[in-house]
């Protein structure tokens, strides 16, 4: 059974850090390229970031704009989102999938909320 188990959102002020993290069972994760992707109240969900199965390739969304970091570790089956000068808009549930997304996949989320 696939699990993507997100975590590490919270509360956190405009201009902070977080860092999110998804371990994933029940596939086989490292020849899987990973993506993140968030949806904000009233919105679609979006892409926000992915990394190849390797981790040699990276590739952001525009609204990203330098801020955020995506990594992977395969023996550990995780993947993370290093998330820096965090804006309001921001804000919103942080989910976890292979790239390209697969429907029956997708896990909680975590919620991250950018407020002061």
């Known amino acids: 059974q696939v699990q993507l188990v997100e975590s590490g959102g919270g509360l956190v002020q405009p201009g902070g850090s977080l860092r999110l993290s998804c371990a994933a069972s029940g596939f086989t994760f490292r020849t899987n390229n990973m993506g993140w992707f968030r949806q904000a109240p009233g919105k679609e969900r979006e892409f926000v970031a992915s990394i190849t199965w390797l981790g040699g390739s990276t590739r952001y969304a525009n609204f990203v704009e330098g801020r955020f970091t995506i990594s992977r570790d395969n023996a550990k089956n995780t993947v993370y989102l290093q998330m820096n000068s965090l804006k309001p808009e921001d804000t919103a549930i942080y989910y976890c999938?292979?790239?390209?997304?697969?429907?029956?996949?997708w896990g909680q989320g975590t919620q991250v909320t950018v407020s002061s």
């Open positions: 999938n292979t790239n390209p997304p697969r429907n029956e996949y």
